[in-house]
């Protein structure tokens, strides 16, 4: 598939074929093929990419965004532009670590930390405009990465060039749409809707953000298949076991971005 995860797609172990196979030489095929498989139980442990160990530096991951959700949380208050910053910091890692050629574990639970305290803090912010909010929030959330797992583990929804393509241009439609609307939001002025067009706007007497957020879930979980179909596809390759750290953040950066819709389309839903 051409149109990849930026988290992964500058990682040739990702793609479809294993790294190199054109120009490999007879004794180089030879010494391949003599290896213990990465599937045989009986062979010798090798330092490849499995789902296994994805799974575990997943949950290393997401057990240090919870501390830094903490940490955002009880902070909000006495150190309010603490989530701010670290918002800041987020995104900068982000960055790092998807143009970074090989994994840094370091700098990926630096990302985690500082996402987590960015959510901590918008949450606390959510939560003390709408009551129970958060909980609702991070419970649709656990239920649409469960339910897109259990379709994906059993083969029932699989990733495919055409609806790659799709997504990457819904994608882009909706990055446009939201600069458009934050600078309405921002310029505005003190009697336009807080939410912008999402608020606004009407489709047969439902907001348009609620519409979006349905749409924006249905590609969140799309995006969730492209994770797991990356890492499938990094362990049938063989990919070295480092590289799952590069799973383990492609997951996050897509659970991250899921939870923030859903509790923006709730709070929306609330408010209408």
């Given at each position: 598939?051409a149109?990849?995860?930026p988290?992964?797609?500058r ?6 074929k ?7 030489t007879?004794?180089?095929?030879e ?5 213990p498989?990465?599937?045989?139980p009986q062979?010798?442990?090798?330092d ?7 799974l ?8 240090v965004?919870?501390v830094?959700g ?6 909000v ?5 603490l989530?701010?910053?670290a ?12 143009f ?7 700098l990926?639970?630096a990302?985690?930390?500082?996402q987590?305290?960015?959510l901590g ?8 405009a709408?009551p129970g909010?958060?909980?609702q929030?991070s419970?649709a959330?656990?239920s ?5 797992l259990?379709?994906?583990a ?10 790659t ?5 819904a ?10 609307n ?9 009697d336009?809707n807080?939410?912008?067009?999402r608020?606004?706007v009407e489709?047969?007497?439902i ?8 749409l ?9 298949v492209?994770d ?5 596809r990094?362990?049938r ?14 997951i ?8 923030l ?5 709730i ?6």
């Open positions: 598939m149109l990849n995860n988290a992964y797609s990682n040739e172990v990702f793609s479809e294993p790294q190199g196979s054109a120009q490999m007879a004794a180089q095929l010494q391949m093929y003599n290896q498989s990465a599937y045989d062979a010798p442990v090798t490849r990419m499995t789902v296994d160990d994805t575990m530096k997943s949950f290393a991951c997401f057990a965004l919870l830094g903490v940490v955002g949380w009880t902070t208050d006495t150190v309010p532009w989530w701010i910053g918002a800041l910091v987020g995104f900068v890692l982000a960055m790092v670590n998807i970074k050629r090989e994994p840094s574990p370091a990926i639970l990302y985690a930390l500082a987590g305290v960015f803090g918008i949450s606390a912010y959510y939560e003390a709408y909010i958060v909980s929030a419970l959330t656990l649409v990465v469960g339910v897109t259990a379709l994906f059993s083969g029932k929804i699989r990733a495919s060039a055409k609806a393509k799709i997504f990457l241009i994608m882009i439609g909706y990055l446009v749409f939201s600069l458009i934050w600078v309405i939001m921002i310029f505005g002025g003190a336009a807080p939410w912008g067009l608020g606004s489709i047969a007497g907001p348009l953000g609620l519409i979006l957020g349905v924006v879930v249905i590609m969140g979980a799309y995006s969730l492209l797991f179909d990356f890492i499938q990094g362990v390759n063989g990919a070295p076991r480092k590289y799952a750290w590069t799973g383990a953040f492609g996050m950066v897509t659970v991250i971005w899921l939870y819709e859903i509790l923006r389309m709070a929306i839903a609330r408010d209408s």
